[in-house]
């Protein structure tokens, strides 16, 4: 065993992977969750609600039913591939603005003392309060909301990528350098392997962000999205659809975050 080898074994001996009974009781677990969620829902409309009352229109007896319809129905995948359209493009935006400026920061303390105020202080502005001024500069349609994810989602991966680059190993670059390696080779065979578990932490909670802001953007005037079809079914006043809506929106946000952490898992599995 070479000496590399000796370094990585306990690293090996510490990864627990768990059985196929401890994966089984963790599911098992989280049905139950899901299953006390329902019930809790269940008798807070049919239950706790007065009969006859506003309550009872978004009962899982009814809601149920018509998320079955949706979903075998063609309106509903429109507005979700719309809807994910939207939040990759946000995503794609701000991965293009906020890796670069991570490395930036975590590169420099000149430059990570002049932005951290002017970052923490637009990071803490509800990016919803800028939609008025998205649609005066953008107009209506799908640019402001292209606008409002990436600007949520830009923070987590700028802060993200700025500590990966500040916890690198330097031993790292000091062999780069070593071995007189180009600006360009040490950044893509160096740093970005470096700090990729950071990177993916970072758009991780991006992405958890921007499906949050993304349901209001779209209640900006466009025709098609999830947002919209919320907006739709209060309309219509068919209640029952809203709710499903709700758990498609839910449901989905949750496989999104599933694959992020499984991505984690198989490019970053340390972090």
């Known amino acids: 065993m070479s000496v590399a080898d000796q ?24 049905l139950a969750g899901l299953a006390l969620l329902l019930a809790l829902w269940w008798a807070a409309t049919d239950l706790l609600a007065a009969e006859g009352s506003f309550a009872r229109r978004f009962s899982p007896g009814d809601a149920l039913p018509a998320l079955a319809a949706l979903v075998t129905g063609p309106d509903l995948w429109t507005h979700v591939a719309v809807s994910l359209k939207r939040v990759l493009v946000g995503l794609g935006l701000a991965l293009l603005a906020g890796v670069p400026l991570g490395l930036l920061i975590g590169a420099s303390r000149l430059a990570e003392a002049a932005a951290t105020p002017a970052f923490q202080f637009l990071r803490m502005i509800s990016p919803l309060s800028w939609m008025p001024i998205a649609v005066l500069v953008f107009g209506v349609g799908d640019a402001p909301i292209y606008f409002l994810l ?5 923070w987590p991966i700028v802060l993200n990528t700025a500590a990966g680059v500040r916890q690198l190993n330097p031993h790292w670059l000091l062999l780069s350098k070593s071995l007189a390696a180009t ?29 949050i802001v993304l349901v209001p953007c779209e209640m900006l005037g466009v025709q098609a999205g999830l947002g919209y079809f919320i907006l739709d079914t209060r309309d219509r006043l068919a209640y029952e659809q809203l709710m499903a809506v709700i758990l498609v929106i839910g449901v989905i946000g949750y496989l999104l975050d599933t694959g992020a952490r499984a991505v984690i898992h198989r490019f970053a599995p340390g972090s």
Do not use: N
């Not at 990585?8 to 627990?16: E, G, H, L, Q």
């Not at 990436?150 to 830009?154: D, P």
């Open 183 to 211: 600006g360009w080779e040490t950044l893509t065979r160096v740093i970005l392997p470096g700090i990729l578990g950071h990177v993916l932490t970072g758009l991780r909670l991006a992405i958890g962000i921007s499906w």
């Open 7 to 30: 370094g990585r074994a306990p690293a090996r001996m510490r990864v627990v992977t768990p059985g196929f009974g401890g994966r089984l009781a963790h599911a098992g677990l989280g």
């Open 150 to 154: 990436a600007f949520a989602a830009v």
